[in-house]
């Protein structure tokens, strides 16, 4: 049967799929403005897909901002993703999901991209991190709401009820807890993958 098969052409098609990659990554880079203020999520997942080494294990909450925008914008290398349970969505999975990876993998690099819902779910764990000397770094996107079900109330033309969250100061928390904490209020400070103490300015509408 074999010679008889007509050898296709696929050149065409993979011309056509490259040259529409490359349109969308042009569309991702201007997307990507480290002058927006506040800080938004498509330079922040720019700024992670340069910093987060190619080996990283990467553990993602669920959410809008966390989740939405990493799938949209983050440009996956080699690293391995704990993802949280797909359509189970189970919220609060990123900080648990980062211990039990730095548990199972310890010469990893570990990485966990919450949200400020999802992480506080969870966030007494950050001292179990401490405790058991698992090094890692939380990224937590703060937008002082649940922004996934925002967005769901706005679509189906639901009035916006309870979304609205109460945060402490997230940085001081992991300092108190034995970790470091930095807020990453302007661009500047989350470039180079890590804020340093004292980079942050204060932002006249605080994020
Ligand atoms: C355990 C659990 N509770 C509730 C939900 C519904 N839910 C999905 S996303 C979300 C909000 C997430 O908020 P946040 O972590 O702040 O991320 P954001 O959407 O703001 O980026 C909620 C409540 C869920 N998926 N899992
Ligand atoms: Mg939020």
Known sequence: MLPLLNKRNTEIHLDKIASRKADWNAIRDREADASKRPIRPPYIM??????IPEDAVISLDVGGENQWWFGRNFQMKRQR?????????????????????KLACPEKEVF???GDGGFSMAMADFVTAVKYDLPMVVIIL???????IQVEQT???YPNFGTDLYNPDFAAYASICG????????????????CHRGDEEPMPDDY
Not at 179 to 194: D, I, L, S, V
């Open 179 to 194: 970790g470091e904490g930095y807020p990453g209020r302007r661009a500047r400070a989350t470039q180079g993958g890590c």
């Open 46 to 51: 720019q700024v992670l897909s340069d910093v």
């Open 142 to 148: 703060n937008n002082h709401e649940l922004g996934m």
């Open 81 to 101: 993703f704990v993802m949280s349970g797909g359509y189970l969505a189970t919220m609060g999975f990123g900080l648990p999901g980062a211990i039990a990876a």
């Open 112 to 114: 966990c991209i919450t």
């Open 155 to 157: 679509v189906e033309q």
